[in-house]
Every structure is written in structure tokens, then in C-alpha cells.
């Protein structure tokens, strides 16, 4: 249509009444040779500005109508069928939208806003429900073809951004991005989807840099900084990113994403007690929200505090239960409150609640192995072996679930068939060092200690930089009573990571089990807890140390601690009933030794505990 360049700087609110001119003879020739006259240029013209006019108005279907007049009497311009096609996704009718807009292409194969309009179809269509790669690879060819580098539009072009990142392509997303934000280095959607390719990239450094500038643009926008404060924990800066979470805070004090995102990285960094008051808070902001109490339950089990997080988990999960929250939400709570009852000794509680958590998610793996590992720990290995089979039926292979099965026929004392289990797992799964470890802990516990060593060794050699095997090679020394082979194994691995708090406390327990080296094994200890000052086991070996220094009044505290914590550890609870014994707290020291008679019972010689509370028993009759 000859007359579009003058049409489209004229104000779109102009109304013109659309009058049909006369026919003339010029027009008949025109119509004869296949053009249109200048008649019906004209008409066509006036029905242009007439549709922009009632579009304006509210009247969509009379613009799309006269529209339309406008296409039959100029049926060749590709303008008229792109002003349409705008129209129609305006309007959000997208089939009548990509009619229009291809009747354009067909006239004019570059027509930019053809391109454009297909390109926001096609991309709402891949961001649905049902949109498909299809639709994502056509919104990106038809955006790059409607995308104007010396004038880019930024709409589009953070629509191709997001589309790039949709297609794994974040190199691209990036080159997209970077043009708008040289026109407008303030937008912050686009500096957002900027950080998020970097993300995609592993570049977290660079991500973080570019949220500094989105906060700084849009001080006010929290999501920003919650963003800049995850990028830079990923970074590796965890101390600037609890800064940009409190300060986020100050800032907005009732911004409760802005608590709940500090609750979690105070955890994350081993911050129990900031935890919990940021979860407190999050509570206080939504009191029938979800999320502070599961981060609160989480912060209260970091502490050790089982009985707190019992208490917060339970009455949430009814609520939830009540208010029909999307069953992936309650089964997190079911597993947390499972987790807890476990840590208590209760595992009727736990599998009652990680049975009802399987039944609304049957193919969940983490639940599946909960559920499996609690009545393993009740001592119920047909319901433990019932559950790992019907795991197994949709994942074979799965290196886990073979542990899981192993782990039941050991229970059993079907050492031979457990071993079989690894075996084969090892064959096929021989990169992943955990297969290793749990072979070798079962040749361990089939006391066949010299296959034991063999695979750990191997195994060593495989995963030079691995300090998880060379710990698990001293846990084997210990276990088998070669003690000097065993310290010598904890000793490489503080070598290399002198901040291993597992391996701190096994070689600090193991020497004051000995009764060796006492004054170091407290060292040991304590630096185990500078690292996880809440760990139940770490604070039962530093009272076990004190106590093996007769040092009662130092003792108590941590294996009462230990012993709160760990109610179903049967040699915690028989720690304390030691000292208890030693102190003259007989009343006490039976109820702790009949817990640790009802507790799980590895790793203790029954039979003492029973002449040892006999013994107390008497003491407080005479």
C-alpha cells in the first residue's frame, strides 16, 4: 500500500469517517489490470485510520472489520494484514492473530511487525501449559527477524532473552541482552535475565555483579537483592551475602521473602539461633504461611531442639492438611517431622508419617529410602524389603536403592546375598565412590577386613583428591581394633582438610575410647564442634572425653545435651548413664540405661547395660 509510510505518523486517535468515493473509469482499468485504483487506495487509506480510530475507542470488532475493508481493497499490502495482526494479539485472539500476521509474510517476508506478532504468539504459546520446542524455536526465528539493533525494542528483545534461556542457549541470551542494556543500561528486567544467564553458565561472580546493578537501579526491588545474595553465596562470598540479607531487612522489615531468604542462609552457614529468629519473623508477617514454620522446624533440628520441631511441624501440617495445600508441600513436612521423630527414637511416628507421605508421592525416591531406613531402624525388615522392592520396579539400577537392599540382607545377617548386592552395584557404578565405600563397610561388618582394605585402596588410587574413602579406610582400621593403622588414615585426611569435623570427632572419640591422649582428643573435639556446635554425636564424644578425664562437672553438660538430642541412640544414652552412675544420680541413671536398652542397640553390649541398672536399681533401695 503506497500510502502506508505517511499513514503511520498519524495519531492513531484521528477519526475519519469512512465514505466510499465513486467509481470512475479509472478504476474499472485499474481493477482489469489487477491493481487497485487510486480509489480504492484511498478507501483503503481511510478504513486504515478508521480501524486505529476504533480500536481506540474499545470497539475491536468494528477496527478488525474495517481492517479487514481496508485488506480487500488493497489486498496486497503487507501493512494493512501486520495492523491487523497486532490488533488480534492486542486483543489476545493469537490464531486470527498468526492468520493475519502470515497473510503479511505472504506480501512481504520481512515485514518486521509481522515477524514481531508471530514471534509473541509463538513465545506465550511455549511459556503454556501445552507450548512445545516447536513453539519455542519459532518465537525466536521469528524475533530475530523482528529485532532492529539500532533501535532495539525492549520489550522483544527481553522476550528473546527469556526465549533464549528457555533453549539452554544462555551465550545467546547474553548477546541479546547486552544490546538493549547498551541502549538502556537501566532496565532491570533485563539486567535480571542477564544475572540469570550467567547463572545458567556457572559464572556466579559475574551474576552477582550484574544483580549489584538491578539493586542499584531499582533500589527498592526485594527480589533483587534476594537474588544478589543467593549469587554470591554461590560465589563463594557468604559473608557478603548475609550482609545484602540484612541489610534487605532493615530496609524492608516486613518483607517476609526477605526473612525467610535470611532464615535460610543463616542455616546454610550453620547459624541456628539467627535462623530461628529470621523464621520467627517470617512467622509473624504470614501467621498462616507455611514457610516460616518448616524453616523454624529445620533451624530447631539443627540445634538438636527434636521436641521444638515436633511441636511447630504438627499443628502446620494439620492446617495444611484442612486447607488442601499441594501435596508435594505436606509431604516435605511429613519427611521433617519424620526426621524428627526418628532423631527421638519413636519410629512408629516416623513411619506412620512417611507412610502417609508415600501415599501422596508413590514414586518419590527420597521418601521411598526414608521410609525404608525407618523400618530398618524398627527393626521391620520384611516392611523395609516390601518398600526397596517396589522402589526397584521403576529403578533398577539405582545405586541407593541397591545400598537400601544390601543393607536389609545384612540386617538380617545375610552377609553373603548383601555382598552379592554391592558387588554388582560396584560393576556398574564403579565412577561413583560411594559404591566403593559401601562395599567396603559391608566386608566390614562381615568382618572380612583385608577385602575391605583392598577396596578402599583401589578405590584411593581411583579418587586421589576423595578424603570421604580414606576416612571410611580408618573407620575400617577402627572398627577391626587396628588402631595405629586407623589413626594414621584420620591423620591423611586432617592433612589435606584440617576442617573435616567428622573425621575430628571420630579420631578424638576413638582415642578417648582408648583412653589415650586424652588432652588431644578434647581438642579434637571441640574443634569438631567449632564446626557443628549443635551435632549430637560431637557433643557426646567431647562428655565422653571429660568423663574418661574424670572430669564429671565438664562432662555433664554435653552428655546431657547429647542425650536430650539423641533419645534413640542407645550408646549416647548409655554415656550418660555412666555419668549419671558416677555422679550418684541413680534414679536418673536407670531411666537413661532402660532408654538405651529401648534404643537402637548398636554398638553396645546389652547384657552390661542390664547388670549396670541392676546395680543402680539396688543402690536406691538400701
Known amino acids: 500500500m503506497e500510502q502506508s509510510e505517511t499513514m503511520r505518523v498519524l495519531p492513531c486517535c484521528l477519526v475519519v469517517a469512512s465514505v466510499l468515493l465513486p467509481r470512475s473509469p479509472a478504476h474499472a ?108 524455536s519459532r518465537a525466536i526465528a521469528h524475533l530475530e527477524r523482528a529485532r532492529n539493533p539500532d533501535s532495539p525494542d525492549p520489550a522483544l528483545y527481553l522476550t528473546l532473552g527469556r526465549l533464549y534461556l528457555g533453549s539452554q542457549n544462555p551465550t545467546r541470551a547474553r548477546e541479546i541482552l547486552d544490546e538493549v542494556l547498551e541502549a538502556e543500561p537501566q532496565f532491570t528486567e533485563a539486567l535480571a535475565l542477564l544475572a540469570q544467564a550467567y547463572e545458567e553458565e556457572g559464572q556466579w561472580a559475574e551474576a552477582a555483579a550484574v544483580y549489584e546493578r538491578a539493586v542499584s537501579a531499582g533500589p527498592r526491588r526485594a527480589r533483587y537483592r534476594r537474588e544478589l545474595a543467593a549469587a554470591l553465596l554461590n560465589a563463594g562470598e557468604p559473608d557478603r551475602a548475609l550482609e545484602v540479607l540484612r541489610e534487605l531487612v532493615r530496609f ?222 580408618g573407620a575400617v582400621f577402627e572398627r577391626a581394633g587396628q588402631f595405629v593403622e586407623a589413626e594414621a588414615a584420620f591423620r591423611r585426611v586432617l592433612d589435606r582438610n584440617p576442617e573435616d569435623a567428622q573425621t575430628l570427632n571420630y579420631l578424638g572419640y576413638m582415642l578417648a575410647e582408648r583412653g589415650e591422649q586424652l588432652d588431644e582428643s578434647v581438642s579434637l573435639i571441640l574443634r569438631a564442634l567449632e564446626i557443628d556446635p549443635n551435632n549430637g554425636s560431637y557433643l557426646d564424644s567431647l562428655g565422653w572425653a571429660y568423663f574418661k578425664q574424670d572430669e564429671f562437672e565438664l562432662a555433664e553438660p554435653p552428655l546431657r545435651r547429647a542425650g536430650d538430642q539423641l533419645q534413640g541412640n542407645s550408646v549416647v544414652q548409655d554415656h550418660l548413664g555412666d555419668l549419671l552412675y558416677n555422679i550418684e544420680r541413680y534414679a536418673e541413671a536407670v531411666v537413661v540405661w532402660e532408654r538405651a536398652l529401648a534404643g537402637d542397640r548398636d554398638g553396645v553390649d546389652l547384657s552390661e547395660i542390664e547388670r549396670k541398672l541392676s546395680d543402680a536399681r539396688a543402690r536406691l533401695v538400701r
Not at 482499468?29 to 487509506?45: F, I, N, T, V
Not at 474495517?66 to 481493497?73: G, I, K, V
Not at 492468520?99 to 509481522?114: F, I, R, S, T, Y
Not at 511429613?334 to 524428627?340: D, I, V
Open 29 to 136: 482499468q485499474s481493477q482489469e489490470a489487477g491493481r487497485p485504483s487510486a480509489e480504492d487506495l484511498s478507501a483503503a487509506y481511510l478504513a486504515f485510520i478508521t480501524g486505529r480510530s476504533l480500536e481506540a475507542a474499545g470497539d475491536v470488532e468494528g477496527a478488525a472489520a474495517s481492517h479487514r475493508r481496508a485488506a480487500a481493497l488493497d489486498p496486497s499490502s503487507p501493512d494493512v494484514w501486520a495492523e491487523l495482526a497486532s490488533l488480534y494479539a492486542r486483543n489476545n485472539r493469537p490464531e486470527q492473530a498468526v492468520e493475519a500476521a502470515e497473510a503479511a509474510l505472504d506480501h512481504d517476508q520481512e515485514n518486521a511487525e509481522a515477524h514481531r506478532v508471530l514471534g509473541l504468539v509463538y513465545a506465550a504459546r511455549a511459556g503454556s501449559r501445552g507450548g512445545d520446542a516447536e513453539d519455542l
Open 252 to 473: 524492608r522489615p516486613d518483607d517476609a521473602g526477605g526473612w525467610f531468604s535470611l532464615s535460610n542462609l543463616e542455616l546454610q552457614l550453620g547459624n541456628p539461633d539467627g535462623s530461628v529468629a529470621a523464621a520467627r519473623r517470617v512467622m509473624e508477617l504470614e501467621p498462616e504461611g507455611l514457610r516460616g514454620p518448616y524453616i523454624l522446624s529445620r533451624a530447631l533440628g539443627l540445634q538438636g531442639r527434636y521436641r521444638e520441631m515436633i511441636d511447630t511441624l504438627e499443628p502446620v501440617l494439620e492446617r495444611a492438611r484442612e486447607e488442601n495445600v499441594a501435596p508435594n508441600q505436606i509431604v516435605s513436612l511429613l519427611q521433617s517431622l519424620s526426621g524428627a521423630y526418628v532423631q527421638l527414637g519413636d519410629h512408629d511416628a516416623a513411619i506412620e508419617g512417611l507412610a502417609a507421605a508415600l501415599e501422596l508421592a508413590p514414586s518419590e525416591l527420597g521418601v521411598q529410602a526414608q521410609l525404608a531406613q525407618a523400618y530398618l531402624s524398627a527393626g521391620r525388615f520384611d516392611a523395609a524389603e516390601d518398600v526397596v522392592a517396589r522402589a526397584k520396579r521403576d529403578r533398577p539400577d539405582n545405586l541407593a536403592l541397591l545400598r537400601l537392599e544390601a543393607q536389609v540382607l545384612s540386617s538380617r545377617g545375610e552377609f553373603d546375598e548383601a555382598a552379592m548386592v554391592l558387588e554388582g552395584a560396584l560393576e556398574r557404578h564403579r565412577t561413583e565412590p560411594i559404591a566403593h565405600v559401601a562395599l567396603a563397610n559391608l566386608y566390614s561388618e562381615a568382618d572380612r577386613v583385608d577385602d575391605a582394605v583392598q577396596v578402599l585402596t583401589v578405590a584411593e588410587t581411583q579418587f586421589p583428591d576423595n578424603t570421604v574413602i580414606v576416612f571410611q579406610l
